[in-house]
């Protein structure tokens, strides 16, 4: 019984992995995002580590394969994050947009690796006590992981996706860069439009 149930498992793994990524296609969908992190200020030659947090994201994305297995295209990232310093009672929370230029590789059968790099703003608001202070100031981030691409039908894919992610925050008054690092998780649903060769 044990062995019809992985040959099983394995026919169904094998029967929605083998879609092919095929020049002209094209993909639509996003994610759903989780990043634990850890903040650092990087200025005058020093890196000081500030704190923990969370930051929680939805980005949609839009690709094409220019030619077989190999993406290119946009993705949107809208993010809140939390965190508080390490030994205080202060609050940080922010709001983040970004436009994220990404390449995506396919490697049979269904595993992917994608690089992105993008550019928006963060408003930030940082509550002390009964006092808060906010601001909106530039951002650019990077990201770089690797997922699968669980094909339900010859078109729609369940894609878990992990990986490397670094946003950092340029303090326009001082020379000093707020930079937020971790490990994410993402679960995604991608459509793939177009035929199949």
């Known amino acids: 019984m044990k062995k019809l149930f992985v040959l099983c498992l394995f026919l169904f793994l094998t029967k929605f992995s083998f879609a092919q990524f095929n020049q002209g296609r094209m ?6 995002g989780f990043q634990s992190n850890t903040s650092k200020v990087k200025g005058s030659g020093a890196t ?6 969370t930051i929680i994201s939805v980005n949609p994305r839009f690709g094409y394969f220019f030619i077989d297995n190999l993406a290119g ?12 310093p390490e030994g205080s009672n202060d ?3 922010a709001t983040a947009f970004a436009v994220s230029p ?7 059968p269904g595993i992917f690796v994608q690089g992105e790099y993008g550019f928006g703003s963060v408003s930030e608001k940082t509550t002390s006590g009964n006092s808060s202070n906010e601001e909106t100031r530039p951002l650019s981030r990077w990201s770089l992981g690797a997922g699968y691409a669980l094909f339900l039908n ?22 000093v860069r707020l930079v937020n690092a971790g490990l994410f998780i993402n679960l995604g649903i991608q459509v793939y ?5």
């Open 73 to 84: 295209g946009l993705s949107l990232e809208i993010s809140s994050s939390t965190e508080k």
């Open 102 to 108: 990404f390449v995506r590789y396919y490697i049979k």
């Open 48 to 53: 000081v580590t500030e704190g923990r947090g």
């Open 154 to 175: 010859d078109h729609v894919a369940v894609e878990p996706f992990v990986g490397y992610q670094s946003l950092g925050v340029k303090d326009s008054d001082v020379d």
């Open 193 to 197: 439009l177009g035929d199949r060769n």
């Open 27 to 32: 993909l639509l969908g996003g994610g759903l």
């Open 91 to 93: 609050k940080f929370t």
